[in-house]
């Protein structure tokens, strides 16, 4: 017979994973906010270098912009390869081990 739901959460390894997902989380929500947060002090204190034509159509706030938006998906992006490869794998270990 396997392990009880109160012995796997009270596990090193259930902590472990836990940690783990935490560990990944704030790592890309603080990567979040520092480009979302610097991309908002430019707008603040960097008017000039913002309204810097890049081409005939754009300028630099623009591309920046544009540039928060695409940062964000590609976190989103790596926290789902992540959670897919790594997490996934081991919360299936981990409910195996309950049968």
Known sequence: MGK???EIVTS???K???RKKWNV???LTALLFVSYYGYILVVAYGKDFLSTKVG???NWGI???VGCIV???ILTAIYVVWANNVYDVEVD???KSML
Do not use: C, Q
């Open 4 to 6: 009880t739901a109160h």
């Open 12 to 14: 090193d390894r259930f």
């Open 16 to 18: 472990a994973l836990v």
């Open 25 to 27: 989380s704030m790592i």
């Open 56 to 58: 005939e159509f754009t």
């Open 63 to 65: 591309i920046l912009g």
């Open 71 to 73: 940062f964000a998906w």
């Open 93 to 95: 270990e981990l409910k």
